[in-house]
Nanobody
Framework: AQVVQESGGGSVQAGGSLRLSCTVSGLTFDDYTMGWFRQAPGKEREEVSCISWSGESTAYADSVKGRFTISRDNAVNTLYLEMNSLKPEDTAMYYC????????????????????WGQGTQVTVSS
């Protein structure tokens, strides 16, 4: 069975940093484009960032460009999201997801492409 598991969420003050991790099992990790999504209370889920299978191409939502960095380590089947200069509006449940068969990332990947999802990790940023 495919298992996608996020970790690293927590509570932090505005301006602080967090690093999210996502471990994946049950699939060939480097066959998959990976993405981070988030959903704040009362809002729709939005794509934050995605990264190609090789890690060579990435894309970010405008709201996080310059503050968040997505990366992956295919040797240990793990995806990361480094979040700096956090703002209260970054408060949300963050989800990791895997998409099979995509090529190079040329822009945000689109939620519909992702078939395997984690349960989420909560990030709370206080002002």
């Amino acid at each position: 069975a495919q298992v996608v598991q996020e970790s690293g969420g927590g509570s932090v003050q505005a301006g602080g940093s967090l690093r999210l991790s996502c471990t994946v099992s049950g699939l060939t990790f480097d066959d998959y484009t990976m993405g981070w999504f988030r959903q704040a209370p009362g809002k729709e889920r939005e794509e934050v960032s995605c990264i190609s299978w090789s890690g060579e191409s990435t894309a970010y939502a405008d709201s996080v460009k310059g503050r968040f960095t997505i990366s992956r380590d295919n040797a240990v089947n793990t995806l990361y999201l480094e979040m700096n200069s956090l703002k209260p509006e970054d408060t949300a449940m963050y989800y990791c997801a895997a998409a099979y068969g995509l090529g190079a990332v040329e822009g945000l990947c689109g939620e519909a492409a992702f078939g395997a999802w984690g349960q989420g990790t909560q990030v709370t940023v206080s002002s």
